[in-house]
């Protein structure tokens, strides 16, 4: 759940009008890098040679990921000290592209999370999570498609990832690109994620559904 998620689109916007306000949309921050195959050779090729050491950490999740993307959603999502920039998730067998979006402390209301899996027979079958008010601390979010109408307080948009400072311990590679602000706000928030982390997961009211059938967040 939730970067910036990250990483893909730009925010577009002048750093002139960053300054006058301190605040932008997440309208335009959806990112889709889901690579093919190939592209995924690609991408482990370059990790060997160290081609895309200058824009591209590994993720601040330091678990193998299965690959498989799932749902997040939540109705408005408020959080303290975000940071994302473009990381690497390590599958078995393959690398992920992801935008990481990292928040010091959040805050999510009517979360809801699903993963939809195939299986044999029966059909597809989903694994649904919901709660509310959810909470995390040091949330570490790994995306590729983020929806939702945000305001950022003071974000610096271009900044070197190795110098981000909102969220201890999650910072990136020495000269890739990357933005933080002291906060965020995002309502009707729809995320696509590969992982996600937190140092703690607060979940009142939890409710765990597995159901037949595509019953997906949204």
Same mark, same amino acid.
């Given at each position: #759940? /939730?970067?910036? +998620?990250?990483? %893909?689109?730009?925010?577009? #916007?002048?750093? *002139? ?11 335009? /921050? *959806? /990112?889709? #890098? ?31 990921? *299965?690959? +498989? ?11 303290? %000290? ?15 592209? +992801? ?39 040091? /949330? ?9 109408? *945000? ?68």
């Amino acid at each position: #759940m /939730l970067t910036t +998620e990250p990483t %893909g689109s730009r925010p577009a #916007m002048s750093q *002139a009008a960053v300054a006058a306000s301190g605040r932008t949309s997440w309208k335009r /921050l *959806a /990112l889709v #890098m889901v690579p093919t195959v190939a592209a995924a050779g690609a991408v482990v090729a370059s990790l060997a040679t160290g081609a895309l050491a200058a824009s591209f950490g590994v993720s601040a999740n330091s678990f193998t990921v *299965a690959g +498989e993307s799932f749902q997040i959603s939540s109705s408005l999502l408020e959080g303290d %000290g975000f940071v994302q920039f473009g990381v690497l998730d390590r599958g078995r067998d393959a690398v992920y592209p +992801e935008a990481l979006s990292a928040i010091r402390r959040a805050t999510l209301h009517d979360l809801c999370q699903s993963v939809v899996q195939p299986v044999p027979v029966i059909g597809p079958v989903t694994l649904r999570l919901t709660a509310d008010p959810a909470s995390a601390d040091r /949330l570490v979010a790994d995306a590729h498609d983020i929806k939702g109408d *945000a305001v950022f307080e003071n974000i610096h948009i271009g900044q070197d990832a190795s110098t981000v400072d909102q969220v201890p311990g999650v910072r990136g590679p020495a000269g890739a690109f990357a933005q933080q602000a002291t906060s965020v706000r995002v309502r009707d928030l729809r995320q696509t994620n590969r992982s996600v982390s937190a140092a703690t997961f607060r979940l009142p009211d939890l409710h765990v559904q597995v159901l037949r059938g595509d019953h997906s967040c949204f």
